[in-house]
């Protein structure tokens, strides 16, 4: 039978070290405000420990927490778990089938490559308004997982390691939150990305990892606060960028009502773009296929072309706005670019090209000229 068990320091409840003798499954712990001492960590099983505070950390378990490989759930609400050793704040094992939910907490971590929350094993994982701080939250290689992130947050921006790290098998969902830090998935990954009404500094995506971004900002603005790579497919809507969208090697990739500083295709990739604009630079090199409909390319004086296309690259597009502001267009080697204007800041664009015939655009006046 499930007990409800009172832990504090006074005389009707009872003491933290007599209650962790006699847990049993089911329990509720209730902590009066104040800090747990866990030296050597805890494993808990079939268990749920809540804050009695009127704030997580008025309730702080000092220690680290592991699920037990039998557990069928743990639940940890208004509490602060603060490990000051080189320990994973929680942990679940590779045997483990399991839930892990989290109610208005906070994880810190030791700000090292050990992460604050490690996930193996098969494992659900709720953060609700939690804070995951200085540490990542990492699911590994062996995990099946599932993760739900809504009104979270992430606060690890290191420039070593991930904040958000997603390798195995499994399905994310982030509604709501905010990353400081990098998103990663891996070359091993397989998994459903979901962010929706979001923050995030980074997104690096590897392997075949399946993302939907709506409504989201990515904040850095680096030539990739967005990478997409190997075998990726990512539909993102009404989504800004900051920085730059780099896509690589086979991605197939949507992007529809959204604004981006700069995009730069390569390899193989496939790109579909529809009301969206690029406020700086576009570059599409190698075999890259690329469409675009109602699509803005505009340039600034920070590069000397607002778009290029080189190699054997493809361009076509319809109802395109192409604003140079004194920078300069060129579709050279064996590129294609085939456009239908519906509006430009020039009444004659000149386009750097050596293949003449590669060029087609309709709905205003062009002169190629050459380099």
């Not at 809540?50 to 680290?64: F, H, N, S, V």
């Not at 979270?152 to 991930?162: G, K, L, N, R």
């Not at 709506?214 to 990478?227: G, R």
């Not at 406020?279 to 590069?303: C, E, I, K, P, W």
Request: glycine letters at 6%; proline letters at 2%.
């Amino acid at each position: 039978m499930a007990r409800i068990v009172k832990v504090g320091a006074g005389g009707s409840e009872t003491d933290w070290h007599e209650a962790l003798k006699d847990l049993r499954a089911d329990d509720v712990l209730l902590l009066e405000p104040g800090f747990y001492q866990l030296p050597q960590g805890i494993t808990l099983t079939d268990i749920t420990v809540k804050g009695m505070g009127a704030t997580p950390e008025d309730t702080t378990i000092l220690g680290y927490v592991s699920v037990s490989a039998d557990s069928r759930y743990v639940t940890l609400e208004n509490l602060c778990i603060n490990t000051n050793t080189d320990h994973n704040s929680l942990f679940v094992p590779p045997e483990a089938s399991s839930y892990l939910t989290l109610r208005n907490c906070i994880v810190k971590g030791v700000g090292t490559d050990t992460a604050a929350v490690a996930c193996n094993g098969k494992v659900t994982l709720e953060l609700y308004s939690t804070k995951i701080m200085n540490g990542s939250l990492s699911m590994f290689a062996d995990a099946d997982f599932h993760l739900e992130m809504n009104d979270a947050i992430i606060d690890y921006a290191s420039t070593e390691y991930c904040a958000l790290a997603l390798e195995g098998k499994g399905t994310a969902i982030i509604n709501n939150s905010k990353i400081h830090g990098s998103t990663n998935t891996f070359t091993k990954t397989n998994c459903e990305l979901d962010i929706n009404n979001s923050q995030l500094d980074y997104v690096l995506l590897h392997g075949q990892t399946w993302m939907n971004m709506l409504n989201t900002k990515v904040l850095a603005e680096d030539d990739s606060c967005l990478y997409i790579s190997d075998d990726c497919w990512c539909n993102i809507v009404n989504s800004t960028f900051a920085g730059g969208v780099y896509l690589d090697k086979k991605t197939r990739t949507i992007i529809q009502n959204s604004t981006l500083n700069r995009l730069v295709a390569i390899n193989e990739a496939k790109i579909t773009m529809m009301t969206s604009q690029i406020l700086a630079h576009a570059d599409f090199q190698d075999n890259v296929v690329a469409d675009a409909t109602r699509v803005s390319f505009s340039g600034n004086m920070d590069y000397e072309y607002f778009l290029a296309l080189s190699d054997q690259a493809k361009l076509a597009g319809h109802d395109v706005v192409l604003n140079a502001n004194d920078a300069d267009l060129a579709v050279q080697d064996d590129a294609e670019f085939n456009i239908n204007v519906l509006a430009s800041d020039r009444s004659n664009i000149e386009i750097e090209c050596n293949k003449k015939p590669n060029v087609r655009i309709f709905g205003m006046h062009w002169t190629a000229k050459k380099k």
